[in-house]
């Protein structure tokens, strides 16, 4: 990690410094953010609700520009790939997977949505074909190909979401809250899936709450506090060790532990 963070020929993929984002001119989200991101990291961002964490996975995707501050990606200044400038490409290779696959899924089958962006990258259909193949094996969703979105459950429709942004083979991948209002065992199963990809050699960015998952998808943890700046950014295992800064940052609460007897991995089920 440290090799991979510090390597001489190793620029960060995103770099953000003095960032700030503000809604309707006085919803702070975002307030000082200072923060670099290498190719092949895993990361947790964690956070309560309202903490700034999808804000933050808009800015990263080029949705959204900084209210203040500055922000590279890829090598582009972000606040030019919001306003449209080589959009098209920054997204083949940066790919957001919103907290609803709702949002994602708009085509009369799965298979159609996950054949969108091969297709308006124009590319031949046998290529096309590949990446749908490769995109729905990846989430283990070949299967659910024929079938129309809003008759999947919640788990399908998240690997059906998955599967339609990694058709364009994105470098870096950011995951909204994947497991949210997901069963145990459905999320267990997509928790793998989202390892394996990072095992490939993505860089993958997980917004999440949800702490017992941090160990297996992330080995680099950053934490948003309530007052919408980073609280901290270090390996994952030191900050879930943390109690502290995560009661601090309300990832845990302090009346489950009145005694201080219990250790932190067992109540929040850390293996
Ligand atoms: N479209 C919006 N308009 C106004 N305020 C917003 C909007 N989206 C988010 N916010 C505010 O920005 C802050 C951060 O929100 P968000 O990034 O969604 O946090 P999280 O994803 O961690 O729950 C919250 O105070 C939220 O109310
Ligand atoms: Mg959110």
């Given at each position: 990690m440290t090799e991979k963070r510090h390597g001489a020929d190793n620029e960060p993929i995103?770099?953000?410094r003095g960032v700030r984002y503000v809604y309707n001119r006085r919803q702070v989200a975002l307030d000082g953010i200072d923060l670099d991101i290498f190719r092949g990291e895993q990361i947790a961002l964690l956070g309560a609700n309202g903490s700034?964490?999808?804000?933050?996975?808009?800015?990263?995707?080029?949705?959204?520009?900084p209210t203040e501050g500055t922000m590279r990606a890829l090598g582009r200044n972000i606040a030019a790939v919001a306003a449209g400038q080589d959009a098209f490409r920054f997204h083949r290779e940066v790919g957001l997977v919103f907290q609803d696959p709702d949002v994602q899924l708009f085509s009369p089958t799965v298979l159609d949505d996950v054949a969108f962006g091969p297709l308006h990258l124009g590319l031949p259909s046998d290529e096309v074909k590949a990446r749908c193949d490769e995109a729905l094996a990846l989430?283990?969703?070949?299967h659910l190909a024929p079938r129309a979105p809003?008759?999947?459950?919640?788990?399908?429709?998240?690997?059906?979401?998955?599967?339609?942004?990694?058709?364009?083979?994105?470098?870096?991948?950011?995951?909204?809250?994947?497991?949210?209002?997901?069963?145990?065992?459905?999320k267990w199963v997509l928790v793998n899936l989202i390892r394996n990809l990072g095992h490939a050699g993505k860089t993958i960015i997980t917004a999440t709450h949800e702490l017992d998952i941090?160990?297996?998808?992330?080995?680099?943890a950053i934490v948003l506090g309530e007052e919408r700046c980073i609280l901290a950014d270090g390996p994952a295992?030191?900050?879930?060790?943390?109690?502290e800064?995560?009661?601090r940052a309300n990832l845990i609460h302090e009346h489950l532990h009145p005694h201080g007897v219990c250790s932190y991995s067992h109540h929040a089920g850390v293996p």
């Open positions: 995103f770099s953000l700034g964490k999808s804000t933050l996975l808009k800015l990263l995707d080029g949705i959204l520009a989430m283990e969703a070949t809003f008759e999947l459950s919640g788990g399908e429709k998240k690997r059906a979401a998955i599967a339609s942004v990694l058709s364009l083979r994105p470098e870096v991948l950011l995951l909204d809250e994947p497991t949210a209002a997901l069963d145990p065992r459905t941090v160990p297996i998808i992330a080995d680099r295992e030191a900050i879930l060790a943390d109690r800064l995560l009661i």
